[in-house]
């Protein structure tokens, strides 16, 4: 992580404009605006509720009150440049009872962060374009509600080949936006790319991200811990690994990872080539409608640990368009997870690839539908699965190991298996017999007719999404940027 003590610089620079080309906030039309001034004249003297438009020039870091509205006077351009290593180039003050905005703005940072929110208040950012050297693109810590509108946050990495984990924040940009306890986190039209550590982290937030992506990005694509959040039309694809030899062994590959008890709706989400998982939950809760994820290089989705509560099931996904082709290992895997509803997906064509099936344990596996272990109801409605694979080695279309937990019910209605690769459905170990429920290829119903062993199971995955970032001397922990001792928390110096 960084230190205080270290020589670092940020860049700044502040261009833009306003949608309707009128130089206006929301409506505030030109005869209303003020005229341009001097950005630290302008902020030196502001109060809640003004609203200050700047021109060109060049300033050390710039720090804008609470409650007060900076736009940029249409055609300017304001550097700022940060030379502290902790130095953010902006800081967005909050407070209860106002609103700070921000409107038209290119970011260029390598400093800790280009931008940080901070308060307990409300902040508004829009039109904003963010290039990261080095650090955070936006930090958002306590505010009540945060929106950031069409703003693209851009990680430019000097040397990928020299990236290790953990990643140094010092010299590689490391999140594109990471918010904790942030009370409303809307995100519109947002875009996120480049960055080595995670594209996005929320830890304790709640909200919606309506429309935008998350994409080439190395290690994380985005890490939900806690927090009630939907996403509607995010696409989340190309997440990797760094190249050097060790990366694979120290950090994990993730598009979607949720976690910490979180509860997430999807809607028309789509997970794509990411070079590992496209979703993984542990121990959390999700409700998916049309969700695609495909051409991932490990299971499209991979359920673990989670567990129902009254009012939900531990994962549903619903709607014609879910679909979980060619990913490897496994479609859907649901590993000791409790009621689990699928319908109307198509799943299969998995692509064979060494799984955990437990401690110094991998099993080749390549299976439309495992559920090992469940603890609650299972429902299958309307699936479609197809066991071929291209390479010809696809294992099994749905495998079902063990016994349902007591009083759980199991309901398989107009599922069907095709292909001529491996079994069609394979029941083990206390499983009961689907019987004519499922509709499978004769060819691979003979096949099941003459298995005579067990089929081998994945095992759940220990550790969670971190690439070295989160934890107690994380970057996000009890001593790092985000935490009880860092430059944002109790007793950090943005407090």
Known sequence: MWGRGGVLAAALLV??????????????????DPAPVDLAEGLSGASPGDTITVFSRSYQTVEIPAGVQVVVDGGSRVTIEATAADDVAVKVRTAAGSVTRVKGLEIVSRGAAALMITGDGEAIIEDADIACHAG????????????????????????????????????????????????????????????????????????LWAGGSIHSNIGVGMFIDGGKFRLEGVDVSGTRNCRHVSCPVQNQVYGLAVAGQAQIETAAVSLVENRGYGLFQHE??????????????????????????????????????????????????????GDLRIEDAQIGASKSLNVPCGESCTLRMADGVQVAGASGDLTLRGVSINVDNEAGNGRVGLLLDGALAEGAVRTLDGVTVAGAQGNGVVAQRGAESVGDAVAVSQALGAADLALNANLGVAHAVGGLPS?????????????????????????????
């Open 284 to 337: 959390a809760r999700s409700h998916h409608s049309d969700l695609v994820a495909e051409g991932n290089q490990q299971a499209g989705g991979w359920v673990q640990h989670s567990e129902e509560s009254q009012d939900d099931p531990a994962i549903e996904i619903t709607g014609a368009s879910s679909s979980f082709l060619n990913n490897g290992g496994a479609g859907l895997a649901f590993l000791e997870a």
């Open 136 to 207: 955070i693109g936006v930090v958002a810590d306590g505010p009540a509600k945060v929106t950031l509108r069409n703003v693209v946050a851009r990680g430019v990495i000097a040397d990928e080949d020299a990236l290790r984990y953990p990643v140094d924040p010092r010299t590689s940009p490391t999140m594109g936006l990471a918010a904790a306890r942030v009370g409303d986190l809307q995100l519109e039209r947002m875009d996120i790319t480049g960055f080595a550590g995670f594209g996005m982290v929320l830890i304790g937030v709640d909200g």
């Open 15 to 32: 261009a833009c404009g306003s949608d309707d080309g009128a130089g206006g906030v929301d409506g505030v039309g030109p005869a209303d």
């Open 467 to 495: 690439a070295g970032l989160i934890g107690e001397n994380g970057l996000i922990g009890e001593n790092g940027l985000i935490g009880e001792n860092g430059l944002i928390g109790e007793n950090g110096r943005e407090q």
